[in-house]
């Protein structure tokens, strides 16, 4: 569903990503990790197609991110760390925006559920100013969800969740990736991706350091120890504290 291949992003002669390459398929959500810094953002946009790679291929889907852009991105949901809204559409107004770019015909039956989902069916006819920052992320995140996307990036969704919401937005991304979608989910919050991740992929100035099922990565770093958690893989295997 998610193919990456010989991925490399670079900012002059920084290189933020480099020659960096993994699949995510049906069904998986794939943990994205590392210091800040590592390139998990940069990442994030070149998969995208937010901003442009410099080398590389990526295939969303089946279809090639460079050469069938817009195939691709029906497909795909990005859902960014810093909720991005227009200050004068309602809530109720945005889903149609996006209904009207992606074609989705009968909206409002498939934003009903979303909006009782992400607790924003009493907000409908409010704008962005009124919402908090929680509710806002929620916003965008039933805005991407509404064309049933099959592959979805999220990077820090939970920023601004209360833990009910954080709750809430976990149970969500599991139930979705059982229904077949390829999920990639950055965040800091390790015991959160440690609970509905099945993959992880760990990052380092810009390049793999480790990546597979949770077990096989845990096998990698436990030196023979039994139960040894994420935080403590993320530190072994980045050779420092999590950040």
């Known amino acids: 569903m998610i193919e990456v291949e010989a991925l490399q992003k670079r900012y002059g002669n920084f290189t933020a990503v480099g020659n960096l390459s993994f699949s995510v398929g049906p069904g998986e959500v794939l943990g994205l990790v590392g210091p800040n810094g590592a390139g998990k953002t940069s990442t994030l946009r070149c998969i995208a197609g937010v901003i442009p790679m410099n080398s590389g291929a ?23 760390d810093e909720p ?18 992606y074609g989705v ?3 409002e039956a498939l934003a009903a559920p979303l909006l009782e989902e992400l607790e924003l069916a009493d907000k409908a006819d409010v704008l962005p100013v009124e919402l908090s920052r929680g509710m806002r992320q929620k916003l965008v995140i039933a805005c991407g ?4 996307p099959r592959v979805m990036f999220f990077d820090e969704p939970l920023t601004g969740l209360d833990p009910l919401g954080i709750r809430r937005m976990k149970d969500s ?66 050779g420092g504290s999590e950040s």
């Open 58 to 80: 990526v295939r969303i889907a089946g279809h090639d991110l460079a050469t069938d852009p817009v195939a691709a991105k029906r497909e795909l949901a990005f859902f960014p």
């Open 84 to 101: 991005r809204l227009f200050d004068y559409l309602t809530v109720r107004q945005h889903l149609a925006f996006i209904a009207r770019i």
């Open 105 to 107: 015909e009968g909206h």
């Open 145 to 148: 969800l509404l064309h049933s």
């Open 173 to 238: 991304i599991v139930r979705r990736a059982r229904a077949g979608a390829a999920v990639v989910l950055s965040s800091h919050l390790l015991h959160l991706l440690e609970e509905v991740c099945t993959h992880v992929l760990i990052l380092k100035k810009g390049e793999k350091v480790a990546g597979g099922t949770l077990v096989e990565v845990a096998a990698q770093f436990s030196n023979g120890e039994a139960n040894v958690g994420l935080e403590e893989i993320f530190i072994r295997a980045t």
